[in-house]
C-alpha cells in the first residue's frame, strides 16, 4: 500500500541517522520480515511477542521508534504504548496492523501512536515511516486518513448535547480536511503541497495538529471507537 | 475540497465536466432538439432560464398578438443565430455563404413589399403592420431551410405544411373539400357574428365564434395532428438512441472487457475458462433476468458496500491490489449506480493500463454530493493523445456520468500517474446527513 508523505524526496528533513527501532508482534515470521526489510537503515535494538515482554524490554533499551502490532495476545497493542508513554514520553510508536477497523486503529493512536500503516506496506515505505516518526511528525495512511474524516464529518454535533465540545479540538479546519482528503486519495505529502500551493513542512503541521485532535478531542465517533478496544 | 479539476503548471487538466441535467443550465443560450416545436428556441430559453417550455411558448404567443407579428421575426433571427444544441456554430454562418439562399430571400422580401404596398393602397392597415415582421420571417425562414442540417428542416416542413399541401400533387381533392367547408363555415361565422337580426342577438358571439374556429380547425387540424405525432416518434427515436448508447456502454464494459482480458491472459487456459464463465454467468443474468452488467442493483445496499464489491470484484478478476476508502455512506439510488459503474470501469482501466501494483479509491458521501477518486502511480498518459476509438474512458466513464447530472475529470501525464475525478449531486429529496 501507499502511506502518505513517505518518499525520501520529500524534503522533510528525516534524520540521516539510523533511528533505533523496536518491533513488538507475536508472529515471529512478520518480525523476522520487518527485520530483514528494515535491513541496515535503521538499528534493530529488540524485539517482543507480547505485551508484558515488550514493556518490561521497551523500557529497559529505550528505543526512538517501536513497531507496535495492534493485535497481541496478551491485550491490544495499545496496553504496550499507554504504558511507556506515562514514563518514557520521548518513545515514539507506529502501528502496524493487517487488520482494518477502526477501532482497531483509533485505540491505538489515541493511547500516543505516531501514526499508522498496515502491513502490507513495501520495506522501503515502511524505513520512510520510522523515519518520519522518529522526526517527530505523523504518518497517515490514507485508510487512517478516511477514518479520521468519518470520525469529524462535516457536520458539528451540538455544543448542547456534549457538554465538553471543544471546538479547538473536535474539529477539523478546512485546510486540514484537504489535507486529510487528499491523503485519503493516495497523495505524498509532497504531492499535497504542491497541489495546495503550501510548503511540504505546513503539510506536516497541519498532519500532527489533526494527529493531536484524534488524540485529545471527545468526539463521540472517536470515543466509541475507542471504547470498542476497552481502552476507555 | 476545490475544484477537482485544479490546474496544474504542465497543462495537463482535461476538464470534461458536463452537467446536463439541473433546473437551470448556466452555459449559453442554444437550441434545443429535445421538445422542440419549430427551431427549439422556446426549448432552449426555458432551459436556459428554469421556466416551463409551455409558459415560455405562450410568452411567445402573447408577445407575437401584442407585438403585431413583430415577435415572429425575432423568433426566425433567434432560429438563424443561436446554434443548436451540440452543433458549434449557428445557421446564419453558413448562410452568409449561400448567395443563392440570400438571392431567394431577398427576391422574398421585394415580393412582400409589393404586397405590402398594394395593402396601404387599399387601406388595409393591419395587413400592413403585419407585413414587415412576416418578410423578415420568410425571408429568415428561406435561409434556415437552405442551410439548416436535415432534422432541422424537418421542423421547418411542419410549420409550413399547409401552405405545401395547397401545392403538392398528392391529396389535392381533400385539401380543397377541407377548404370548401372550411370557407363556409368562415362566412357562415361571420355572417352570423355581422348579422343584425334581432332573434340571433342572443346567439351572435357564441354561434359566430364557435363556426370560425371549426373553420380553422377543418383547415389546421390534420397538421396540428400531424405535429404532434411527429413529436412523439422523434422522442421515440431519441429514447431508443439513448437506449442504444447505454447498451453500448455495458457490453463494453462486460464483454468486450472480458474478451480483452482472455487475450491477454491467453497462456493460462485454466484462467480463461474461468473468465470465460463468469463472463458467460453475467451476460446471461442481463439477458434473462434483466440484471444489467456492471450496475450494482438499488435495493438493500448502501453506497460505501458497492465501492466495497467494486475493489473486491477488480482484486479478484484481475489480480492488482485496490485500497478502497470510503468516507460516510448513504443508500443507493440510480444515480448513485451509475457512479458506481463509471467508478469501476474507471479502477478496471487504471488496473489494466497504469502497469502500476496499487491502485487507490477513495469515495466521499457528502451532503450535496457524492465523488469518488480513482488514483494510480503508473505510466499515465497525453489526455489530448488519446485516439477516438478507445472507448473506455470517453464513453463508458463520461458519457454515463453526464447522463446523469454528474461530472468526470481526468488528469493524467505521461510517467506521473493518472488520477479520475467523479462527482454526482445528490437527489434533492434524498439529501440527508452522510453519517448513519
Known sequence: ????????????????????????????????????????????????????????????????????????????????????????????????????????????????????????????????????????????????????LDAFAALPEPPRSRPSFDPELDQLTTREREVLRLIARGYTYREIARELYIAPKTVESHVSSVLRKLQLSTRHQLTRWAAERRLM | MGDPAFPRDDGTVDRIGLRARGPRDRGPLRRRREDRLAGGVAAGLARRTGFDVTAVRLAFVVATVLSVGVMVAVYVAAWLLVPLDGETGPIAARAMTDRRGLAVAVGLGSLLVLVQAFASAFGTGWLASLAWPLMIGAAGLVLVWRNAPVDERAAIRRVVEPLQGLTGPHRRSGVVARLLIAGVLLIAGIAVLESGHESLAMLHPLTGAVLVIAAVVVVLGPW?????????????????????????????????????????????????????????????????????????????MTFAAGVRLIQQEVEAQHGVAVEAITVGDCPLDDDLSALLAAAREATVNAVKWSGAPVVSLFAEVEPAEVSVFVRDRGRGFDPEAVPGDRKGLAESVRARMARRGGCATVRSAPGQGTEVSLSMPRAAGERQPSRT
Open chain 1, 1 to 148: 500500500m501507499s502511506t502518505a508523505g513517505i518518499s525520501t524526496r520529500d524534503g522533510s528533513g528525516a534524520t540521516t541517522a539510523r533511528p533505533r527501532v523496536f518491533i513488538v508482534d507475536d508472529h515471529g515470521l512478520f518480525r523476522s520480515g520487518v527485520r530483514s526489510e528494515l535491513g541496515d537503515r535503521v538499528d534493530v535494538v529488540g524485539e517482543a511477542d507480547d505485551v508484558e515482554p515488550a514493556i518490561a524490554l521497551i523500557a529497559g533499551c529505550l528505543p526512538d521508534v517501536v513497531l507496535l502490532d495492534v493485535h497481541l495476545p496478551g491485550g491490544g497493542g495499545q496496553l504496550v504504548a499507554s504504558a511507556i508513554k506515562a514514563a518514557h514520553p520521548q518513545v515514539r510508536f507506529l502501528a502496524l496492523s493487517a487488520s482494518d477497523a477502526p477501532e482497531d486503529v483509533i485505540a491505538v493512536i489515541r493511547a500516543g501512536a505516531r501514526g499508522y500503516v498496515t502491513k502490507t506496506i513495501s520495506g522501503a515505505e515502511l524505513v520512510d515511516a520510522v523515519h518520519r516518526v522518529a522526526a517527530g511528525d505523523a504518518v497517515f495512511s490514507p485508510r487512517l486518513a478516511g477514518f479520521v
Open chain 2, 224 to 300: 396540428w395532428l400531424r405535429i404532434a405525432r411527429d413529436l412523439v416518434i422523434e422522442r421515440q427515436a431519441r429514447v431508443r438512441a439513448e437506449e442504444r448508447a447505454e447498451m453500448a456502454s455495458r457490453v463494453h464494459d462486460s464483454v468486450l472487457q472480458t474478451l480483452a482480458l482472455i487475450q491477454r491472459r491467453a497462456d493460462d487456459p485454466q484462467r480463461v475458462v474461468q473468465l470465460a464463465r463468469a463472463q458467460e454467468r453475467e451476460l446471461r443474468s442481463w439477458l434473462f433476468d434483466g440484471r444489467a452488467p456492471g450496475t450494482i442493483e438499488p435495493g438493500d
